[in-house]
């Protein structure tokens, strides 16, 4: 058996021993079909004022200049899918993401772990680690690794498990025997195009983040436009609209990662404590949490564009 395909093994069965659901393997290299895609993005202003997406074009196309001598993508997919939901129907909703810890360090530190495992079975390598936290395109990535394929949501769908998942990336210099891409299955279904409040799916895989309640409630640091006022679902922080409506997603299987359990005190806040919600209370209930993103001041200003 080849290194290269021996190396290949061990890795994926580690990885899924760390908790990861999907580890799959492809080239490091251009992306040369994903190019067109960033620049139309890009250029019909799709990324809204997340101005940091129109840096660094060439690297979020080509790992190996991320990384010098880079041979392997090797991504992952980690589960958040909860147990337990907020249990006031009329209560300000947050995306199911953010209910526990921040994801940035969980899946980090079960990325640190296989980093370890991989030194200690092959020996030294070059490479870095990546959890939504530099210019990779993670979801093209592990389309191309076979994990699964992109959704008409634009998330990525892993079969029988639907797409309430994390995304790691691990681009060294090591040589591994590469997956092959998974054909898409949406067919001809649009339950996420059609249900998308504020019309974000321009077209099959292409979304205009400008358009996003994720959007709206978390990277936009200015007042919410008044054109998309009601229609935002009680959503407080992102927006699972276009994940819940998908078919794939009845699939979906309780995580089992302490870290993501969320706290007792946040499913049970009524609409009331939402808004009675002092900054000593926001930083007690977020302290680990992605929600610290918005600080007090952001949380607030949505809550009261959602207050009729």
């Keep these: ?79 958040y899918y909860p147990e337990k939901r907020q249990q006031y129907e009329d209560a300000p909703i947050l995306s199911k993401y953010a209910y ?29 680690i990546f959890v939504d936290s530099a210019p990779v395109l993670e979801r093209a990535w592990a389309r191309k690794s076979g994990i699964g394929w992109v959704g008409k949501h634009g998330n990525l769908i892993i079969p029988q498990i639907g797409s309430f998942f994390f995304l790691a990336e691990l681009i060294f210099d090591l040589e591994l025997e590469e997956d092959n891409p998974m054909d898409e299955h949406c067919g001809t279904c649009t339950a996420c195009i059609d249900a998308c409040p504020t019309d974000a799916i321009v077209d099959s895989r292409i979304i205009d983040g400008s358009k996003c309640i994720s959007y709206f409630t978390i990277e936009l640091k200015e007042l919410i436009p008044d054109e998309v006022k009601g229609k935002f679902q009680n959503r407080v922080f992102g927006c699972d609209i276009c994940q819940d409506v998908c078919p794939w997603n009845r699939f979906s299987i309780a995580n089992n990662e302490i870290a993501f359990q969320p706290k007792e005190e946040i499913l049970n806040m009524s609409r009331k404590d939402w808004y009675d919600m002092t900054e000593d209370v926001f930083r007690f209930l977020f302290k680990d949490s992605a929600v610290k993103r918005t600080k007090y001041k952001g949380l607030r200003r949505n809550l009261e564009f959602l207050n009729p």
Excluded: Q
Excluded at 36 to 59: C, I, Q, V, W
Excluded at 116 to 121: F, K, L, N
């Design 1 to 79: 058996m080849k290194d290269s395909v021996k190396y290949a093994r061990w890795i994926k069965a580690e990885a899924r021993r760390l908790g990861f659901h999907s580890c799959g393997i492809s080239k490091a290299g251009f992306l040369e079909e994903e190019a067109p895609r960033l620049e139309h993005y890009l250029k019909n202003g799709h990324h809204g004022k997340m101005a940091y997406m129109e840096n660094h074009f060439d690297k979020r196309l080509d790992p190996t200049l991320m990384v010098d001598g880079a041979k392997t993508v090797l991504s992952l997919a980690y589960n």
């Design 100 to 128: 526990g810890k921040d994801y940035h360090f969980v899946v980090k530190e079960h990325l640190a772990k296989l980093v370890a495992y991989i030194e200690d079975m092959i020996g030294p390598f070059n490479g870095r």
